[in-house]
């Protein structure tokens, strides 16, 4: 009953219809299954995504081959092993694959396998996923960073800035703080309208109008919180994740306009809107081997929080790194920038320990998978980023989350943050 009898992979596809692998991991007849999201703005550490980019039935993007290795060779591997012992699991995946990165499976293959297998693992115990990973008792729900304009890499429209969020700071509760996200979303609709601008949405569910300048969508999220009849910076705050890998060139970055600046001139900058807008967080303002950069933001400022994605990927080492060169005080977590589960605990596991704040993160190709939701309350994660109210690969992640709220009941306390 506990032992896993076989593996079925196949390919499905993304909220960017992008082809991506599921995996079904079976204990005789009971089964679970997990799709792997996918990104766009992907740093260069990042564990492998393996594509069949010779197959041009699918213009390279394909995933066949890779099914066809779970299908064939992990699933025969993997026959017979404990479902409950995931770190087991976990490292022979990983040392079945062999690589650094990766390569040899993909790291898409790996972690749709091991995501699976930990949903089933609970699916056998009779618990709810969040009840399996680092918490035991008084589980607490995380805060929403919606991103609610999108620009950069995930829309095309020319803001530099690619994800302007909001996170509702005074909420009691997490589907009050829906609510208010909520509120705040409808106003910034009809202020977008008004200005005769598109109100479609980018690939994360949030606005992308035709406007190119960060203070443009600034003033108008700004607008929007005071209408829905809160205080920005109070009730509601700001945040941003730049994505500055893709704003490099020779050395100096194209964040606050078009025009290309040196580090200094970036962080003064920075703490100009930090002050106007009252930003509360800023996700990579710059690129993933600028560590000195990092850390001169972070001198330059106090009550910010900054967050590595494309500095740590999710990666150990790179956290380390990143915490003795003070680069940062927060890390997002994305399980496919690693590949399986048990890394993932252990990099949240040590982020918490050097007491920087984990914020569980979709990718901007994602699915109906609600796992991450989950996890962000199992790990006893502060902040939760899924993008906005739109997009039911958006969506689906913030219902699971009202779910296990009604379910925690009167427990159901939020989480704190930074
Ligand atoms: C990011 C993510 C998710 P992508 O940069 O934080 O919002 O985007 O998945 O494209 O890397
Ligand atoms: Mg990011």
Redesign the pocket.
Known sequence: MNKISKIKARQVFDSRGNPTIEAEVYANLISAKSIC???????SYEAYEKRDKGNKKYLGKSVLKTVELINKIISKKLKNKNVHNQEKIDSLLINLDGTKQKTKFGANAILAVSMATKKLSAKLKKVPLYKTFLVRKNFKLPYPLM?IING???ANNGLRI??FMIRPDKAKSFSESIRICFLVINNLRNLIKKRKLSTSVG??GGFAPMINKNEEALNLIVQAINRAGFQNGKDVSICL?V?ANELLKNGLYSVHSKKFESIDETIKRYIKIIKKYKIKSI??PFSENDWSAWSKLMKSIKKTQIVG??LYVTNLERLKKGFLNCSSNAI?I?LNQIGTVSETLEVIKFAHAIGFETII??????SEDTFIADLAVGTNSSQI?T?SLARSERVAKYNQLLRIEEELGKNAEMNKIY
């Open positions: 999201p996918s990104g766009a703005s992907t740093g991103n950069g890499a995930h690619q994800e690939d994360e994740d994505a996700e990579d994605d494309d997002l994305k993160s979709h990718r901007s190709g994602d980023k993008g």
